[in-house]
């Protein structure tokens, strides 16, 4: 397994380019199961999870060619419409297949992804999307099985207690494009990557409209065609590199960025003293001293991301007074806190509030990534603090973040992986 080495205390300063979102990529490759053409999508990161999906579809027998960062997926001829225990175990998203093959093949068994280490994580909203267009669900041996033999357009509210779901709506919105008549979502997600899902689906010929408002129409059409994509910056991405800046108090310009898709980050940046000038697609964060304390609280698009908690969590820790982070998307995801707590940070948990007293200085140490973000936090700490930090277990951030070393090195990052 590998690890992370890194000398801290350098400031990061330079340029960085975001990579194409993977909350955007993973939908958009399922999606491509819904036409028998070839779909070419183009800036597909490298990452863990994108091979996890491209195997998934390859499994079933769907031709994948992959060139440098331009992915050709042909969905042709008889396929196995079976997404199997193995895969949907090691990553939650290949959930995403349920909705395309029910849609095009009315019949389809997708295993439930069992726990996360973020939390418990429900699929009764997909569920709920799926049935609406008149399709059945049926749980056997760990599998859902789904039947829609002819799904027809329906009206459904999709908010769930803990408010819209991505995925939900991703799903429901790819099985809908070849339903008989017109679907509406109420209380759909409107996060970026929706509204990107949506421009795919469109230029695969569907008719969808309203993606990224809460209320989506979808008017079915018999079939879909090939198309091609490229798709909408790694906005997760941008934040990390500009909590990191941050947290060095450096100065760096994040380039293949929409700052518009940053609202709620740029706004916490600023409350804790940063600069932030925003471009045509770039950003650029400076922070002289350390952070003011500020208070967070995650919230579905367009408020804070829970994906960026963890980073802005080793940020605050360095802050001059108490900050808080409120998480209110997913349970149980402050397991960096104890990993940060062992680099000399003070911060109390107490539900689902983390209280971080800001500290002076973090120390070097060696340390154990939980999950996704998780990691890029500890990443993260590990830039701030002088001395030597090892991140142990990065396959976690290699899900998310390609090569994330390769990209903090020029902005004069000392960072190195270790192979075990
Ligand atoms: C997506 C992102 C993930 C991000 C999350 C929230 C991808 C591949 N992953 O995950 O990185 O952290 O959005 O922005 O895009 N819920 C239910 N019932 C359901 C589904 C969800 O109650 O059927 C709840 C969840 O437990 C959670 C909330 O709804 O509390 C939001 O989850 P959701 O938006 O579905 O997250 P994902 O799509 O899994």
């Given at each position: ?91 939650r ?19 439930l992804p069992?726990g996360c280490?973020?939390g418990t994580r429900p699929v009764d909203l997909h569920l709920k ?31 769930g207690h803990k408010?819209?779901s991505?995925g939900a ?161 997913f ?90």
């Open positions: 397994m590998d690890s992370f080495v890194i000398r801290g205390g350098t400031p990061l300063a330079g340029t960085v380019a975001a990579a194409s979102a993977k909350n955007a990529v993973l939908p958009l490759i399922a999606a491509c199961l819904l036409t028998d053409e070839p779909c070419v999508i183009r800036n597909v990161p490298l990452l863990a999870d994108v091979a996890t999906m491209l195997r998934l579809l390859r499994s079933m027998g769907v031709r994948v060619v992959q060139s440098g960062r331009t992915v050709t997926i042909t969905a042709r001829g008889r396929l196995d419409t079976t997404a199997p225990y193995d895969v949907v175990r090691k990553m998203a290949s959930y995403y297949v349920l909705g395309p093959l029910l849609a095009r093949f009315g019949d389809c068994r997708v295993s069992g280490a973020i999307g799926i049935e609406a267009l008149g399709g059945s669900v049926r749980l056997e041996h760990g599998y859902i099985h789904a039947r829609g033999p002819r799904l027809k357009g329906g009206t459904m509210m999709l908010e408010g819209p991505v709506t991703a799903n429901t919105m790819m099985a809908a494009v070849l339903a008989r008549g017109r679907t509406v979502i109420d209380g759909a997600a409107c996060e970026p990557e929706v509204a990107d899902l949506a421009k795919f689906l469109n230029a695969m010929g569907a008719k969808v409209s309203g993606a990224g408002t809460p209320a989506v129409t979808i008017d079915g059409v018999r079939e879909l065609h090939g198309c091609r994509h490229a798709p909408i910056p790694d906005r997760i991405e941008a934040g990390t590199f500009a909590a990191a800046a941050c947290a060095t108090r450096g100065r760096v310009e994040v380039t293949n960025c929409e700052p518009g898709h940053l609202g709620a980050v740029i706004d916490r940046l600023r409350a804790a003293g940063a600069a932030v000038e925003t471009g045509d697609r770039c950003l650029v964060v400076t922070m002289k001293g350390r952070p003011r304390p500020v208070d967070i609280g995650t919230a579905p698009y367009p408020g804070f991301p829970t994906d960026l908690q963890a980073q802005f969590t080793s940020l605050l820790c360095l802050g001059r007074g108490t900050s808080t982070l409120t998480e209110n998307i349970e149980s995801r402050f397991l960096h806190t104890l990993e940060l707590n062992r680099m000399g940070a003070s911060i109390d948990v107490n539900g689902n509030m983390a209280i971080v007293h800001g500290v002076e200085r973090l120390s070097s140490a060696q340390v154990m990534a939980s999950d996704l973000r998780a990691s890029a936090a500890l990443v993260i700490a590990g830039l701030a603090a002088r001395g030597r930090t090892e991140v142990l277990r990065i396959y976690h951030l290699d899900r998310g973040y390609e090569r994330l070393e390769r990209k903090l090195a020029p902005l004069g990052a000392r960072i190195e992986r270790a192979s075990a």
